[in-house]
Every structure is written in structure tokens, then in C-alpha cells.
């Protein structure tokens, strides 16, 4: 049997010890090759920050056009048109209720 020598833990091991990428074999053990991703997995958790998505992240003044328009009860193609924001996105957003009905912003504002 054909062996292989693990570039992380430089032991010589049985080809059938490594994961096969096309017709080459992984340079890593399949042991090391999962705990690199182990760590890796871990790594990324703390350093890619959650950011802020959709309503959240408008400016403000772009919000509060957004919300004005709402509370004038303007259909979502014709404030789609002011704002330049995509018809389907302010939709998704209504579904998602990511942005407040006509009756939550209106109660606020008063």
C-alpha cells in the first residue's frame, strides 16, 4: 500500500488516510485536515461581526422619508419611485415586518 506523509503532523500514512481532491490527495491527514477546519470555524465566528441588513441599514433621512410616505399611505410602487428603493425589497420587507404598518408609525409619531 501506497503512503502519504502528512504535511501537519509529518507522519508517513496509508493513502486511504487522506481526502482525495480530483486525482491528487490532500497534502493533510483527514484527521488534521478536520480540526484545521474546526479551527478555522471558530476563528471566523468572532471575527465576522453580524451587520446591520435591509431597514436597519438605511440612513436616517432616507428612513424618514420611508416612514413619511408610509404614513400618507402611499402604495409601495409609488414610494418605491421617491425613494429609489426596489418595489420587491420594500415588499419583502412589509412581509418580513421589518418596517412598520401605517398604524405603529402614525401612533409613534403623535
Not at 412581509?95 to 398604524?103: A, E, F, L, S, V
Amino acid at each position: 500500500m501506497e503512503n502519504k506523509l502528512c504535511i501537519k503532523c509529518d507522519y508517513y500514512l496509508p493513502i486511504n488516510q487522506f481526502y482525495k481532491a480530483g486525482n491528487y490527495y490532500q497534502s493533510s491527514c483527514i484527521s488534521c485536515y478536520n480540526n484545521l477546519r474546526i479551527d478555522l470555524r471558530k476563528s471566523l465566528a468572532y471575527i465576522r461581526p453580524l451587520r446591520e441588513r435591509g431597514f436597519d441599514a438605511l440612513a436616517e433621512d432616507k428612513k424618514e422619508q420611508l416612514l413619511e410616505l408610509i404614513c400618507f399611505k402611499f402604495n409601495y410602487k409609488d414610494i418605491s419611485h421617491y425613494t429609489g428603493i426596489n418595489y420587491r425589497t420594500l415588499v419583502h420587507w412589509k412581509k418580513m415586518k421589518w418596517i412598520p404598518t401605517y398604524g405603529e408609525y402614525f401612533l409613534n409619531v403623535i
